[in-house]
């Protein structure tokens, strides 16, 4: 895929199999999976599992999450983008468009989520046409639900999932003013 997506500091392209050891200390942090239904990753050959999904994502849906890098520095600090859902229901919906990111602890509250969500939204409502775009997060999750409401995604309701924990589910609209930069 030869999108690449760049902001002041960060530049967000395809994942690749070199991102794996990146990716793995991000996703081997038991901190960063607090908030998330699934374990800390302990095996980067999951790590390569993973890699090869979102490849394959980009190749069915033309879009999927990217590896976000500080420009200054070359440094993979997690992954951010748009994903067409349609692989499972999630709050009773599917073939949806969602907004996420995931970032290594050591880089958050340094304004890498918002600039990347700013950025993602503006490629997704004026290049991609999206109409609507969806996000969820973990009811608990502060830090998380702050930048969505943040970069203009409006809260919609709780929901439990099938394990009882509640998330948040968030949505915003493609209008005329939607130019996140």
């Known amino acids: 895929m030869d999108l690449i997506v760049e902001t002041e500091r960060l530049l967000m392209r395809e994942m ?49 999450r990217f590896a976000t890098i500080i420009k200054a520095t070359n440094e993979l600090i997690g992954w951010t983008g748009i994903k067409y859902i349609d692989d499972h ?20 509250n340094k304004g890498y989520a918002t600039e990347a969500s700013k950025a993602w939204l503006d490629y997704g409502f004026n290049q991609m046409n999206i ?13 998380s639900n702050h930048v969505l409401q943040k970069v203009g995604f409006n809260f919609m309701e709780d929901y439990p999932d099938e394990h009882g924990a509640i998330w948040k589910w968030w949505q915003l609209k493609k209008t005329i003013s939607n130019k996140h930069n």
Do not use: C
């Not at 969806?134 to 999750?141: G, I, L």
């Open 16 to 64: 690749r199999h070199e991102d794996a050891e990146a990716l793995f200390d991000m996703d081997s942090n038991p901190n960063v999976h607090t908030y998330l239904w699934q374990k800390p990753y302990t095996n980067i050959d999951d790590i390569h599992t993973y890699i090869e999904m979102v490849r394959k994502q980009y190749d069915k849906n033309n879009i999927g």
């Open 89 to 108: 229901v999630e709050n009773g919906k599917t073939n949806f468009h969602d907004y996420g990111y995931r970032l290594n602890e050591k880089h958050w």
């Open 131 to 143: 109409k609507e775009m969806n996000a969820y997060t973990h009811f608990d999750n502060g830090a």
